[in-house]
């Protein structure tokens, strides 16, 4: 049902770490302006801006790019990138945790048909000669993050996307799930949920493959030369990634709401992550699988589901019962007590109660990560450098500046939730916004999520920035945002490491450029061995050219936050997306069947929107009449206001997770839902008592929100 009301953002492939597509609800209002000139550059942003360099960036992504970095396994790069804020003016250290991770020892899949034949999945990237880094001897094998060590065999079942709605569809076919193997595609909802389903279908393991019918036209099958030689999938790639229930909790699942120190009592996180194990494969090693299953059960085409027929060739995707093969599973893991890193680096302000936090996660799957997460790492230690040019010339910021390198992001937010988790006090009071910066690049559309108070300064930051689009070198960013890339922000969902962040009530931003599959652009190997420096330099952004220009774009963005004597946040912002989520809810509540009183949702949105005109308005007079001290208190209005839309208890189930305006779906862990709590009382768990109590909640959350910014 709320398929209905999402609907693909042209799927630009801005990929953050874990996020695969990104989603937007259809109704929020594109931007009216439509005055796409290069705005002029003060003489503090020309000198930010020329202090990018491409070279530059190209040295820092290879450094970051030929030394395994998995989370807690290199203190070396966490120490490297501290000392380089530091040679940059910036005062660094790293901040250590103890965190619970596992490590992959031996993983194996065996494919057994009817007549005896057996096929050993390879379970391996080719080894390619063009690209150094696939050959290395430390290379990360294919494993799932906190995943069950275990065995299995047993028949297995095609299981689509292995979103609940195709486990229902399974069911009214009459699959039979308990006991069996699930297969899965990648796409759609974050993977540790496909997990998660299979094992609350009582199903004993788990396969997920990667499928070309995700890569649009860009195929072998459609002619086009796979990687390296081309821009297509590489056929033995594998997607890696955690198997953490994101949408429940992310963080050390052994220290919910607390940071983990040595010390620190320990939880049982049994609850946060699988059971069953599971292991991800390339479409090569997938092909004889799924082929064993043609002619078995129900036709792909007749099961009738979005995107569960993929482009396997030969493969009809069929569920497969009766086929008689098996499949035999083992996935050995160690777990582990482990240090981590988030390497630290500050500026301070003059306003000590005022700060702004930069982050990117610095550890990766794979020995590259040349886009996820490394072409933010690169862009950071440019923009390090460019704010130590501009203190060289005795600039101090009015607000504090924090930079983050966050270790363990991969498995599940890990180091930024602890660090959240530590300076939450502090955070509550001063944190002005969070701006996170994780695949900064993976091909050259544009792509933005933002909680509504950051839509107005963003676009007009665009402006300031040329992007180099194709092989044009004279559009702003706006420019190509707005004819490119629909020009709208996403709705924040998650993912990556704004996560925490913004459900504690801070104004977040996530940036980064994709592919987009329409136009044809190369197959981002996401977490696979070909995010390397190779496929960047070759495929992803020779020359390093769209590094430069996110650096230089996120660079002006933390240049104003930081030093303007206004801080360029707009809550009002937030009435027109208020009043489009509310849309989408009364949709939801239509296409149900039951009734539910939105007037006090409504009647709180009336009130927000009084109190963040009259908020502009005081802001406004404070301006014209250079009265600083009102300026600071409408500053800290913009800073505290949306705190108001966080509830304490968090949301039914999921006590981490406390915005009342959006957050992960519950079944899609990456993309956003709007008023979750009303929304999925309705969608997931059909209660509508519930879903009225939520309704209270929700416009109490805003009314909260609004007195804030009360004149
Ligand atoms: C850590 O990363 C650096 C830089 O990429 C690399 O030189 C080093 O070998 C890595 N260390 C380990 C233990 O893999
Ligand atoms: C920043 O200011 C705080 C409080 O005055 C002080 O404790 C800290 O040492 C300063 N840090 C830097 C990096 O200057
Ligand atoms: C077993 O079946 C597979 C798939 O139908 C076929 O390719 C293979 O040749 C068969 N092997 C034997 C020994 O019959
Ligand atoms: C498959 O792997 C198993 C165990 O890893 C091994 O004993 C067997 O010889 C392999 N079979 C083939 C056909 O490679
Ligand atoms: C497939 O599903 C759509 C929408 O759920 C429905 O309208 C259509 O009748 C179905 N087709 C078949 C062949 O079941
Ligand atoms: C577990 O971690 C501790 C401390 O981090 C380390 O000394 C020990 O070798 C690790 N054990 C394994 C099995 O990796
Ligand atoms: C840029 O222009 C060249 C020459 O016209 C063309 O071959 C190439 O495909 C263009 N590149 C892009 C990314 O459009
Ligand atoms: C693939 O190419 C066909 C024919 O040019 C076009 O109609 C279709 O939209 C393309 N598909 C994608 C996903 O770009
Ligand atoms: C509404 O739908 C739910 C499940 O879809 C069902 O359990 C319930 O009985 C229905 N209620 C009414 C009043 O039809
Ligand atoms: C505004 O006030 C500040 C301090 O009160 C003063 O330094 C500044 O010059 C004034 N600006 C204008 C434009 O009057
Ligand atoms: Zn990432």
């Known amino acids: 049902m709320r398929s209905t009301l999402l609907v693909w953002a042209a799927a630009i492939g801005a990929e953050a770490c874990q996020r695969e597509r990104n989603f937007h609800s259809h109704s929020h209002a594109k931007r009216q302006d439509h005055d796409t000139s290069r705005a002029p550059l003060d003489a503090n942003e020309q000198l930010l801006l020329d202090s990018f360099d491409a070279t530059s960036i190209s040295t820092w992504s290879y450094y970051y790019t030929h030394g395994a970095h998995v989370a807690g396994r290199n203190k070396t790069q966490a120490q490297w990138t501290a000392d380089k804020w530091a040679e940059y003016g ?65 028949e297995y079942v095609y299981v689509g996307r ?40 009582g199903m ?3 396969i997920i493959f990667s499928d070309p019918g995700d890569d649009g036209n860009v195929t072998e ?47 049982d996180p049994s609850g946060s992550v699988p059971r069953i194990p599971s292991i991800p494969i390339s479409w090569r090693d997938a092909q004889p699988i799924l082929q064993a299953l043609n002619g078995f059960g129900t036709n792909g085409k007749d099961v009738n589901r979005t995107n569960w ?13 009766g086929s008689g093969a098996t499949l035999s599973l083992s996935n050995v893991m160690e777990a582990n007590y482990t240090a981590i890193w988030n390497a630290i680096g500050i500026i301070n302000g003059t306003n000590q109660d005022e700060v702004i936090v930069v982050g990117n996660h610095r550890d990766a799957w794979i020995v590259g990560g040349a886009a996820d997460p490394n072409s933010g790492s690169a862009v950071l230690i440019e923009l390090a450098k460019a704010f130590g040019k501009l203190q060289e010339t005795g600039w101090r910021p009015k607000r504090t500046i924090v930079l983050a390198s966050w270790d363990a992001e991969e498995y ?30 993976s091909g050259p559309v544009p792509d933005f999520s933002a909680t509504p108070d950051f839509h107005e300064i963003a676009a007009q930051i665009q402006k300031k920035v040329i992007w180099p689009y194709r092989n044009t070198t004279d559009r702003t960013l706006y420019d190509v945002w707005q004819t490119e890339a629909g020009g709208e922000f996403g709705v924040l969902g998650s993912g990556s490491d704004y996560t925490g962040f913004l459900h504690r009530g801070i104004a977040c931003i996530d940036l980064g450029a994709g592919g987009s599959v329409e136009k044809g652009d190369p197959i981002y190997p996401y977490h696979s061995n070909y995010d390397s420096y190779h496929w960047m330099s070759t495929f992803g952004d020779p020359g390093f050219v769209h590094h430069k220009a996110i650096g230089q774009y996120l660079t ?45 949702l409504s009647s709180a949105i009336d009130t927000f929107e009084t109190y963040a005109q009259q908020f502009i308005s005081l802001r406004e007079f404070a301006i014209t009449t250079n ?14 206001f949306s705190r108001g839309f966080t509830s304490q208890g968090g949301l039914p189930g999921r006590e981490f997770f406390q915005n009342l305006i959006f957050a992960p779906g519950l079944d899609t862990g990456y993309a956003p839902v709007t008023y979750p709590g009303i929304t999925e009382s309705i969608t997931f768990a059909k209660d509508w008592k519930r879903a009225q109590e939520w309704v209270g909640k929700t416009a109490n959350a805003i009314l909260v929100a609004a007195n804030m910014l009360k004149t």
């Not at 086009?224 to 198997?243: E, F, L, M």
């Open 204 to 206: 004993i393991g788990a």
């Open 90 to 154: 910036w005062t660094s250290r790293l901040d250590e945790y103890f965190v619970y991770l596992n490590y992959p020892v031996s993983q194996s899949l065996q494919l057994t048909l009817p007549n005896g034949t057996v096929f050993n999945a390879s379970l391996e990237e080719e080894v390619l000669e063009e690209d150094d880094t696939s050959s290395y001897p430390n290379r990360i094998p294919v494993f799932h993050g906190y995943s069950a060590t275990g065995d299995a065999s047993a």
């Open 627 to 640: 009265n600083t001290e009102l300026i600071t208190v409408q500053n800290h209005k913009a800073r505290d």
């Open 556 to 600: 002006l963005l933390l240049y104003h936050l930081s030093s303007d004597e206004v801080l360029p946040l707009n809550p009002a912002g937030y009435t027109s997306e208020l009043r489009a989520y509310y849309k989408d809810l009364e949709e939801v509540v239509s296409s149900g069947n039951g009734t539910l009183d939105l007037s006090a």
């Open 309 to 321: 027929v993929g482009a396997i060739p030969g493969v009809t995707y069929s569920t497969g019962e």
């Open 221 to 267: 099958a459609k002619g086009v030369a796979a990687y390296p030689n081309g821009p297509a999938r590489n056929p033995t790639s594998v997607q890696r990634g955690s198997v953490m229930f994101l949408s429940t909790y992310p963080g050390d699942p052994t220290t919910p709401g607390y940071p983990s120190k040595e010390d620190s009592p320990r939880a």
């Open 162 to 201: 292995g979103q609940q709605v195709d486990f229902d569809r399974l069911q009214a076919l009459g699959v039979q799930l308990e006991g069996k193997i699930a297969v899965a595609r990648y796409g759609g909802p974050f993977r540790g949920l496909k997990v998660k389903n299979a094992q609350d279908h």
């Open 412 to 441: 599940g937010l890990v180091g930024s939730t602890e660090w959240l988790e530590e300076y939450l006090p502090w955070l509550k009071t001063a944190a002005v916004s969070y701006l996170n910066i994780d695949v900064a690049v």
